[in-house]
């Protein structure tokens, strides 16, 4: 696991929103942590999942953008939910920093308004 984890209050009113539509849409977020997280920053295993977000201009902490994300509400769909994790990962800290969720079908891609607003001049 991670030595720190932090939900942004901006992550956690996107959590509520979308748990209302998603019932198991926290417990989902736990095992994405626990599985697709650790084998992605722990054990360097890239499933294509994960990607960095660049052209933000930010250099630290790096920022990622999660596009597998297995959503058990949504049926069927496996990984390709269509819901959308932005976070950061603080790697001398071993932290990690969610900063947005959102639904592909709600909008198209990530508040970058709010990544600079949280992370420009850090």
Known sequence: MFKEVHCHPEFEKDLQRLSKRFKTLKEDLKVFQETEL??????QKDNKGIFPLTGLGIHSPQIFKAKKFACRSLKGRGVQSGIRIIYAYVADKDRLEFIEMYFKRDKDSEDKGRILRLYKGK
Request: cysteine-free; glycine content about 0%.
């Open 38 to 43: 650790v084998l992605y920053h722990k054990l």
